[in-house]
T-cell receptor, first 112, second 117 residues
Framework: AQSVTQPDIHITVSEGASLELRCNYSYGATPYLFWYVQSPGQGLQLLLKYFSGDTLVQGIKGFEAEFKRSQSSFNLRKPSVHWSDAAEYFCAVAPGGDKIIFGKGTRLHILP | GAVVSQHPSWVICKSGTSVKIECRSLDFQATTMFWYRQFPKQSLMLMATSNEGSKATYEQGVEKDKFLINHASLTLSTLTVTSAHPEDSSFYIC?????????????FGEGSWLTVV
């Protein structure tokens, strides 16, 4: 079945440490790919997106993501996290380019 | 930049009543709007896709007679929860785009909290 999977429900990292959040999708063709962040009780903020071209995508707040076709993955990375990065992160795909489907999310906790 | 506004931000209604949530694109024409619901600590579930001037396309399992969606203009879509029940309490989020996702950015509203008592 077509899906987008975020295997980690929770991740805890120390402030200043590097971060990688995993995302895998299972669609026949390469869908449009997104990462969003949501603070508690708030709406969504787009971090970055991939439609085509360079497979390493730079986003806001120092985030980047790499599309790997062979692994059907679009993992989000940040070299050094800040306490303000604690939030819920959603990977999302637009398989047919006409609607966005979200993964279940990964809750990021930051240790001081 | 483009902004999508939802109103109300939060609403409490009595069980059995209907409640309307508005989604407006403030400085662009939204040919397509999407409605999501999000239960606490869960992901966003797409409810329906609405294109201006046509009937909404509902996702499997979403009751179209309960969740009425109207997209009468290029800047406004409304979601009406009819005969609301406590299990309809949720965070409802809309998003809007000017055209196909591949060439246009999709913008999300700040969400509307619905509590049915």
């Amino acid at each position: 079945a077509q899906s987008v999977t975020q295997p980690d429900i929770h991740i805890t990292v120390s402030e200043g440490a590097s971060l990688e959040l995993r995302c895998n999708y299972s669609y026949g063709a390469t869908p449009y790919l997104f990462w969003y962040v949501q603070s508690p009780g708030q709406g969504l903020q787009l971090l970055l997106k991939y439609f085509s071209g360079d497979t390493l995508v730079q986003g806001i707040k120092g985030f980047e993501a790499e599309f790997k076709r062979s692994q059907s993955s679009f993992n989000l990375r940040k070299p050094s996290v800040h306490w303000s990065d604690a939030a819920e992160y959603f990977c999302a795909v637009a398989p047919g380019g006409d609607k966005i489907i979200f993964g279940k999310g990964t809750r990021l906790h930051i240790l001081p | 930049g483009a902004v999508v506004s939802q109103h109300p931000s939060w609403v409490i209604c009595k069980s059995g009543t209907s409640v309307k949530i508005e989604c407006r694109s403030l400085d662009f024409q939204a040919t397509t709007m999407f409605w999501y619901r999000q239960f606490p600590k869960q992901s966003l579930m797409l409810m329906a896709t609405s294109n201006e001037g046509s009937k909404a396309t509902y996702e499997q399992g979403v009751e179209k007679d309960k969740f009425l969606i109207n997209h009468a203009s290029l800047t406004l879509s409304t979601l009406t929860v009819t005969s609301a029940h406590p299990e309809d309490s949720s965070f409802y989020i809309c998003s809007a785009t000017q055209g196909a996702l591949g060439g246009n950015t999709i913008y999300f509203g700040e969400g509307s909290w619905l509590t049915v008592v």
